[in-house]
T-cell receptor
Framework: DAGVTQSPTHLIKTRGQHVTLRCSPISGHKSVSWYQQVLGQGPQFIFQYYEKEERGRGNFPDRFSARQFPNYSSELNVNALLLGDSALYLC?????????????FGEGSWLTVV | DAKTTQPPSMDCAEGRAANLPCNHSTISGNEYVYWYRQIHSQGPQYIIHGLKNNETNEMASLIITEDRKSSTLILPHATLRDTAVYYCIVRPTGANSKLTFGKGITLSVRP
């Protein structure tokens, strides 16, 4: 079975631009979360979505937004890119949104802002 | 902030058991202990989790002390492919439960 899939795997953007990252959860999983991992640090929670509703948000500016579609796939959008947004963006999915369900990660999207 | 403390690094010989410690002295009774690992440039991989009892699966064993203030992840026969950053995470029970990662411990398996 396919795991969590993310696209694109690598991309380069210029400061001030906008980026959209996409995620398909494991089949049957209804909850999707997004994490940002900068070099040398552990992943940091950005958003959690369940049944198309935002269920949690980390300490990130409003330039970051996300949504979940009826098929449970998700997009992460970042506006007005800054150099500091360069990071590995990880999508994770679980069956439901509560702690009784293990969270599984994709391989991530590497974003470089120049 | 992460509720766990891990040493920054450790190493072990290939074929030997790797015992990775984690302190979580402020853990609450309804919080799970999760372990993930991340091999360079890849997404975190789930290993195991537990609440109170010791747990074992095909990858590893998790030993949680009786007072739940610390735990040990055991890789019984480490291989070179186990070289990775290992994250110990305390995860609250309930809805909308996220993972709060610390810096993890870098395990280096030597030939």
């Amino acid at each position: 079975d396919a795991g969590v899939t993310q696209s694109p795997t690598h991309l380069i953007k210029t400061r001030g631009q906008h980026v959209t990252l996409r995620c398909s959860p494991i089949s049957g999983h209804k909850s999707v979360s997004w994490y940002q991992q900068v070099l040398g640090q552990g992943p940091q929670f950005i958003f959690q979505y369940y049944e198309k509703e935002e269920r949690g948000r980390g300490n990130f500016p409003d330039r970051f937004s996300a949504r979940q579609f009826p098929n449970y796939s998700s997009e992460l959008n970042v506006n007005a890119l800054l150099l500091g947004d360069s990071a590995l963006y990880l999508c994770a999915s679980s069956t439901f949104h509560d702690s009784g369900n293990t969270i599984y990660f994709g391989e991530g999207s590497w974003l470089t802002v120049v | 902030d992460a509720k766990t403390t891990q040493p920054p690094s450790m190493d072990c010989a290939e074929g030997r058991a790797a015992n990775l410690p984690c302190n979580h002295s402020t853990i609450s009774g309804n919080e799970y202990v999760y372990w993930y690992r991340q091999i360079h440039s890849q997404g975190p991989q789930y290993i195991i989790h537990g609440l109170k009892n010791n747990e074992t699966n095909e990858m590893a064993s998790l030993i949680i002390t009786e007072d739940r203030k610390s735990s040990t992840l055991i890789l019984p026969h480490a291989t070179l492919r186990d070289t990775a950053v290992y994250y110990c995470i305390v995860r609250p029970t309930g809805a909308n439960s996220k993972l709060t990662f610390g810096k993890g411990i870098t395990l280096s398996v030597r030939p």
